[in-house]
T-cell receptor, first 113, second 111 residues
Framework: KQEVTQIPAALSVPEGENLVLNCSFTDSAIYNLQWFRQDPGKGLTSLLLIQSSQREQTSGRLNASLDKSSGRSTLYIAASQPGDSATYLCAASQGGSQGNLIFGKGTKLSVKP | SQTIHQWPATLVQPVGSPLSLECTVEGTSNPNLYWYRQAAGRGLQLLFYSVGIGQISSEVPQNLSASRPQDRQFILSSKKLLLSDSGFYLC??????????FGSGTQLSVL
């Protein structure tokens, strides 16, 4: 049974700092891995999706990497801004249906101005 | 463009009362639809998914049920709510082979 773990549970950094959020999964037979952002009381916004055959994906100041062999993914945020404050969730998809995602509990990020 | 709507945004219900949460999708046809729940201190958990009208798959045994009466409508229901049903409920649809898009969610508090 796939389990997804995110460390740390919470992170506070000063504005401008580069940071890394970690995600680990127990079953390397994933279809893809996604990173989402969730603002308080809101739905999820998809940030990056990495197919199992890919090593990384980039979007603006965000870069996500995937190492299936070690069961790890990281989300790198460059030059953090207060607007980046949110909870970041990673989710592993197995099999052909991407909707059956296994989520981590998230990392709550606070960027202080 | 495709959009997903969920309502209500917040709901406070007494224990034992019924529940009906609705999700609709616009701008697409025959979507795969999903209900997730986010309970306090826990990760998002898949509750139900549907690949078509009348087709419902349940991922976990629970007090809830789901129905898909129309192609772009997905309903989450309960006959009698429990305290443990409290949480943040999210509807989602599969945008082709690539991404899962989520609605804005319903915060349910059962008192």
């Amino acid at each position: 049974k796939q389990e997804v773990t995110q460390i740390p549970a919470a992170l506070s950094v000063p504005e401008g700092e580069n940071l890394v959020l970690n995600c680990s999964f127990t079953d390397s037979a994933i279809y893809n891995l996604q990173w989402f952002r969730q603002d308080p009381g809101k739905g999820l916004t998809s940030l990056l999706l990495i197919q199992s055959s890919q090593r990384e994906q980039t979007s603006g100041r965000l870069n996500a990497s995937l190492d299936k062999s070690s069961g790890r993914s990281t989300l790198y945020i460059a030059a953090s801004q207060p607007g980046d404050s949110a909870t970041y969730l990673c989710a592993a998809s197995q099999g052909g249906s991407q909707g059956n995602l296994i989520f981590g509990k998230g990392t709550k990020l606070s960027v202080k101005p | 463009s495709q959009t997903i709507h969920q309502w209500p945004a917040t709901l406070v219900q007494p224990v034992g009362s019924p529940l009906s949460l609705e999700c609709t999708v616009e701008g697409t046809s025959n979507p795969n639809l999903y209900w997730y729940r986010q309970a306090a201190g826990r990760g998002l958990q898949l509750l139900f998914y549907s690949v078509g009208i009348g087709q419902i798959s349940s991922e976990v045994p629970q007090n809830l049920s789901a129905s898909r009466p129309q192609d772009r409508q997905f309903i989450l229901s309960s006959k009698k709510l429990l305290l443990s049903d409290s949480g943040f409920y999210l509807c989602a649809w599969l945008a082709g082979p690539k991404k899962l898009f989520f609605g804005s969610g319903t915060q349910l508090s059962v008192l």
